[in-house]
C-alpha cells in the first residue's frame, strides 16, 4: 500500500501562484509514476500532470502547460505541483495520486492505483 497526503492548497487571486504538496509513504518501490488530478464541481475528474518517479519525467495536461510544474524530491518522499499563473477555471479539488508499473501501457496514462484525499484550490476572479 501507498499513502498520500496532499497540502497546500488555498485561496488565490487570478493570476497568482500556489505550491501544492504530496507526502508519499508506504511501498514506493512499486510505483513508476505520480500525477495530480483535479475536479471541479458538476466534471468529472480530469488528468493535470505527471512526474516519473524515477528520472523526472514530466508529462502535462494542454490546459496548464507552461503554467504548472510538477516536481518530485525522492530523498523526501515528496511531490510538488507548482501552480502560476492561476486562471478561475483552475478552481477544483486537486488529488495526487500513484500509479504502480504496468507492463503495456504509457507510463502516465490512467489508471492510477492509489489516492490522497484532496486538496482545494480556490481562484477568485
Known amino acids: 500500500q501507498v499513502q498520500l497526503v496532499e497540502s497546500g492548497g488555498g485561496l488565490v487571486q487570478a493570476g497568482g501562484s500556489l505550491r501544492l504538496s504530496c507526502a508519499v509513504s508506504?511501498?514506493?518501490?512499486?510505483?513508476?509514476?505520480m500525477g495530480w488530478f483535479r475536479q471541479a464541481p458538476g466534471k468529472e475528474r480530469e488528468f493535470v500532470a505527471a512526474v516519473m518517479w524515477s528520472g523526472g519525467i514530466t508529462y502535462y495536461a494542454d490546459s496548464v502547460k507552461g503554467r504548472f510544474t510538477i516536481s518530485r524530491v525522492n530523498a523526501q518522499n515528496t511531490m510538488y505541483l507548482q501552480m502560476n499563473s492561476l486562471l478561475p477555471e483552475d478552481t477544483a479539488v486537486y488529488y495526487c495520486?500513484?500509479?504502480?508499473?504496468?507492463?503495456?501501457?504509457?507510463?502516465?496514462?490512467?489508471?492510477?492505483?492509489?489516492w490522497g484525499q484532496g486538496t482545494q484550490v480556490t481562484v477568485s476572479s
Open positions: 495520486a500513484a500509479r504502480e508499473r504496468k507492463l503495456g501501457s504509457t507510463w502516465y496514462a490512467p489508471p492510477y492505483d492509489y
Open positions: 508506504g511501498r514506493t518501490f512499486s510505483t513508476n509514476a
